[in-house]
């Protein structure tokens, strides 16, 4: 009649599963607010071509994004049927480059200006003419690196 | 009449539920990997300079690659599926028998590989103002695609690695051998049509 004697016959009580659900809602909403949402809501149509030699845009928030593509069915009657510039979040003409890069320089650390990279996200069928002067301006503005954004293409052996 | 207690609802299995959710999130927020095609323009000629007192550069040294309104391409003065544009541009690049119509050859001693022939060749690459910029990107891949073959093949000889795989030292020294020297045209405003 010991006192520690061991009680074989009584089984562990089991674990509490109750706050189980409560920590996975915890990861789940954690994952669902750092999740980030692109930024600028897109105004006109964006397909981007196919390449193979691809590199990955590191730093987010160095990048600026320029987007040239059909105008939506929404904006169409407005703006046209032709490739049309967006910058943010509204419609704009090659003119507008510069100052769009010169704002976008002032929004950054003056440290990080240097590395700053210009993507241009343009739709595969749009006429070379728009993507030119794009560039031109790019020069002109000497935001000189640039990504022509592209998909991977996927290999067929 | 006394109310029966209703029977509790078993909750053990809201967790798998909630994991569901989670993992649904999981795999449709791709957190969307922005690829692309990386490029550096050159810089804008000063204003004040009229004209350009470099050497022309031989006809033998410059791989022209000259992409119409249809898409369709001409290099070296040969129409050329975008296809075939990566081995012609290897070889021109390369030159491995001293052809007399390929780009010349000077020798150089360069780190790691001692004395070494370094092509004098350069691409150039003029396109239509009515080109397609899905057919603009898949040759400037294409060009790309050459000059990084070229490398891995010399690294994968030298140092038995990929290029990537490369310290900077050796990657210089590769860079060396294969310079990516892709010329794009001045956009020219001649000629009919849109």
Known sequence: ???????SGKELPAISTSSLPDIVFMILIFFMVTVKMRDVSLKVHVVTPQATELSKLEKKSLVSNIYVGEPLAQYQRTFGSEPTIQLN?????????INFIT???EARDEAEVPFMIT????DQYTK???VTDIKQELRKASALHINYSARKKETVD | MARRKLPEIPNASLADIAFMVLIFFLMVSTMDTDMGLERRLPPMPPPDQEKDDTPPIKERNVFVVLVNAQNQLLVEGEWLQVEDLREKAKEFMSNPN???NLPEMTEKDVPFFGPTKITKGVISLQNHVGTQYGT????QSELVGAINDLRNELSQKQFGKPYNKLNSDQ????QEIYPSRISEAEPKKIGGGK
């Open chain 2, 98 to 100: 001293d052809d007399p």
């Open chain 2, 171 to 174: 990657q210089d020294a590769v």
């Open chain 1, 1 to 7: 009649m010991s006192k520690f004697r061991k009680d």
């Open chain 1, 103 to 105: 704002a976008e320089r």
């Open chain 1, 119 to 122: 993507s241009l996200k343009v």
């Open chain 1, 128 to 130: 070379m003419g728009i």
């Open chain 1, 89 to 97: 979040d509204q419609f704009a003409g090659v003119g507008d480059i």
């Open chain 2, 136 to 139: 603009y990107i898949a040759v």
